[in-house]
């Protein structure tokens, strides 16, 4: 039993079904969890808007604070910081003598730097990092093919996983997390602390939403009892993301195995397998395709380095299309609803995409990038992976 562990909380910001957590709790006598509010996330693009736009880093606000409660009531407390993640997390361990560093393992490119640096910090220290792979429902290790023969279609991926699908089992939520007695727990930030502008929040976009675990949970209740228990047809084939579950799920606010589970056991009657599963399982796929080609899903030529393709970099045509003045007024209500509140479904996200890259030509990373920028929903593997696809770069 260890004496002392941080857990620096990623993606992953909730008490229920956390891996990492349960895990840390179970292995030592005081806990250290710790948030880090990352600037770098919020900075501006060379394309001149933020990688982080105002309405998610709200969103992201709320998440903390609800994290922080929940842990409140459970005897420990949330450090806050901002900076730097690598030096701060380190800092930390040091400051507090702590044995490990506890967290969730990522998969896009900064995220990996930032843990491969934050790993040589603590070698000085002489304290060891564990890293625990939480966002996918199936580990590596029961994937019915290594990740370096990951099928090249999703159609494909889900076959194989037909007959052989080990979701992971639910780690028990911490029953108490006992915390150092002369921590400084520290102050969450506005989005002035973070360099944004309150004013970006566009006006009346308060609305129902509110970031967090518990929101989360109550969504995912709410489909769970309306539409899976009840044999309903959701009105799309993506409720995922037009329930809105995805903006939880993006934070780890819920994991995706958890949502799983619910759906599976509720409609365990059912013939006709509900279509969330399969949004979770295409989830997955590009999740395990970002993890098997890195860099190159961020890249024009895409997975399938299609180096023939060029597309154009027409500044003009492409501030016509994020500020909603293309010539299809469908897509410009598409675009406005989305700067407007940080959300459109995947069928309005899809057109989107297509005018910007069919219609247009413009370079399909530009659109990636904004969308990046305001979707509520964002992850790397989700958003990066739709656009490779439907520019014709990426899997099937």
């Known amino acids: 039993m260890a004496r002392r562990i941080i857990y620096w909380f990623r993606n992953d910001l909730r008490l229920k079904d956390n891996q990492a957590l349960s895990a840390a709790v179970g292995s030592a006598d005081e806990i250290i969890p710790v948030y880090v509010f990352d600037p770098r996330q919020f900075e501006k693009t060379k394309l001149g808007f933020r990688r982080t736009g105002a309405l998610r880093a709200?969103?992201?606000?709320?998440?903390?604070?609800?994290?922080?409660?929940?842990?409140?009531?459970?005897?420990?407390?949330?450090?806050?910081?901002?900076?730097a993640p690598e030096a701060i997390v380190a800092q930390l361990a040091e400051d507090y003598n702590a044995d490990y560093v506890y967290t969730s393992k990522e998969i896009a490119p900064q995220e990996t730097r930032i843990e491969s640096s934050l790993s040589k910090n603590l070698k000085t220290a002489n304290v060891d990092i564990k890293l625990f792979w939480m966002d996918t429902m199936i580990n590596a290790t029961d994937l019915p093919f290594p990740v370096s023969k990951l099928p090249s279609g999703f159609a494909e991926f889900e076959r194989l996983l037909s007959n052989d699908l080990k979701i992971k089992d639910q780690f028990p939520t911490p029953a108490s997390i006992t915390l150092p007695a002369d921590v400084e727990a520290g102050?969450?930030?506005?989005?002035?602390?973070?360099?944004?502008?309150?004013?970006?929040?566009?006006?009346?976009?308060?609305?129902?939403l509110a970031g967090g675990e518990a929101r989360a949970l109550a969504v995912l209740k709410e489909y769970v009892e309306e539409y899976v228990k009840?044999?309903?047809?959701?009105?799309?084939?993506?409720?995922?993301t037009d329930t809105r579950l995805s903006d939880w799920l993006s934070l780890g606010c819920v994991?995706?195995?958890?949502?799983?589970?619910?759906?599976?056991?509720?409609?365990?009657?059912?013939?006709?397998?509900?279509?969330?599963?399969?949004?979770?399982?295409?989830?997955?796929?590009?999740?395990?395709?970002?993890?098997?080609?890195?860099?190159?899903?961020?890249?024009?030529?895409?997975?399938?380095?299609?180096?023939?393709?060029?597309?154009?970099?027409?500044?003009?045509?492409?501030?016509?299309?994020?500020?909603?003045?293309?010539?299809?007024?469908?897509?410009?209500?598409?675009?406005?609803?989305?700067?407007?509140?940080?959300?459109?479904?995947a069928a309005e996200r899809e057109s989107a995409a297509r005018y910007l890259v069919d219609d247009l030509d413009i370079?399909?990373?530009?659109?990636?990038?904004?969308?990046?920028?305001?979707?509520?929903?964002?992850?790397?593997?989700?958003?990066?992976?739709?656009?490779?696809?439907i520019a014709g770069v990426g899997e099937d």
Request: no cysteine.
């Open 363 to 389: 370079n399909w990373t530009w659109g990636a990038m904004y969308f990046e920028s305001l979707l509520m929903d964002y992850e790397a593997s989700v958003n990066w992976g739709r656009w490779n696809h």
């Open 187 to 208: 102050a969450i930030p506005g989005l002035p602390e973070l360099g944004i502008d309150p004013n970006e929040i566009p006006a009346g976009t308060t609305g129902p």
């Open 58 to 83: 709200r969103f992201l606000i709320e998440s903390v604070a609800e994290l922080r409660e929940n842990i409140r009531q459970k005897g420990g407390d949330l450090i806050i910081r901002t900076g």
């Open 255 to 345: 994991s995706a195995s958890y949502i799983y589970r619910s759906v599976k056991t509720a409609q365990s009657h059912a013939v006709v397998e509900d279509p969330i599963i399969t949004n979770l399982l295409r989830r997955e796929f590009l999740h395990w395709t970002l993890l098997r080609f890195g860099p190159r899903m961020f890249k024009p030529s895409g997975v399938k380095h299609h180096f023939n393709r060029r597309w154009k970099n027409d500044n003009a045509a492409f501030e016509k299309w994020i500020n909603g003045q293309t010539g299809d007024q469908s897509i410009n209500d598409i675009i406005r609803r989305l700067t407007a509140t940080g959300f459109i479904t």
């Open 230 to 240: 009840k044999d309903i047809a959701y009105p799309s084939a993506e409720p995922l």
